[in-house]
């Protein structure tokens, strides 16, 4: 196996929260079960370099492909990823590594190859069937929470969605975190309906407003989750979604915010 691909900091992390394997029959034939962090190995080079499963290298990744996708399947269904996802986002507040302060909040959209579950035609890609990710992130571009729709939804569709994501967030002495004081938007969120639904929340909308024009300064702080789009589609397998299934597409990304933030623990030290 590849030590490249699950390094041990990932792999202390990932192995508490994993389901337990089922029991082995006594005198029961067959071959054994595939190492659980070997199959993380073959999960992560399909993120990484966008591969399809069955071309995935099992001598060098130490899994075959099949193995991959079944663990990721199984993982997926009992929730590893969004947990993990939490966990680092507590030690980025012990660590004084999240200002949750200010949020921004955008959509990106990806070309769906095999349709599925929450793919629609995309505006932007001459009606071809595609997907959106879209993310809230806090100021320095650590993503809090993601949310997968068809190409076709409006962005600011997911806007409440993305805020109720975002897991309690401890850390620190008192109530957990879950909500920013002030969220940035672009234009694509300028709707008073929800202006008015984010101060009921408590939640200070600074939006750029339409027919208005540039230069108001919410892009000294918008900008962090273009970043994160950037940091996200460095993980080939999410640039284009081959996933018919979304949920396994939202487990890989809910996979790529973890190193995401795990990346951040790792300057700190």
Not at 93 to 100: E, H, K, Y
Not at 112 to 138: E, M, N, Q, T, Y
């Amino acid at each position: 196996m590849r030590a490249d691909l699950v390094p041990d900091d990932l792999w202390e992390r990932v192995a508490p929260l994993l389901p337990p394997a089922p029991a082995r029959r006594l005198r029961c034939p067959g071959r054994l079960r595939v190492p659980d962090r070997a199959a993380l190995a073959g999960i992560m080079y399909v993120l990484r370099t966008g591969v399809a499963w069955r071309d995935v290298p099992s001598e060098a990744v130490g899994c075959s492909g099949v193995t991959a996708w079944r663990r990721l399947r199984d993982w997926t269904e009992a929730g590893v990823w969004p947990r993990l996802h939490a966990a680092l986002l507590t030690e980025l507040r012990r660590a004084d590594l999240l200002d949750l302060d200010d949020c921004a909040v955008d959509g990106s959209h990806v070309r769906a190859l095999k349709r599925g579950d929450h793919v629609g035609p995309s505006p932007v890609d001459r009606a071809r069937p595609g997907s959106k990710h879209h993310v809230i992130v806090d100021r320095c571009g650590t993503p809090l929470a993601m949310t997968l729709t068809g190409g076709n939804r409006h962005d600011v569709t997911q806007l409440l969605p993305l805020l109720d994501a975002i897991p309690p967030i401890r850390g620190l002495r008192g109530r957990p975190r879950c909500r920013p004081r002030r969220l940035f938007a672009d234009r694509g969120y300028d709707f008073d309906k929800y202006r008015r639904l984010l101060w009921k929340r408590g939640i200070k909308p600074l939006i750029a407003r339409r027919g208005v024009a540039h230069g108001s300064g919410l892009g000294k702080v918008r900008w962090a989750v273009e970043r994160a789009f950037a940091w996200l589609h460095q993980f080939k397998r999410l640039r284009t979604r081959y996933e018919r299934r979304a949920d396994l597409h939202q487990g890989l990304l809910d996979l790529a915010c973890s190193i995401i933030c795990l990346r951040r623990l790792r300057k700190s030290f």
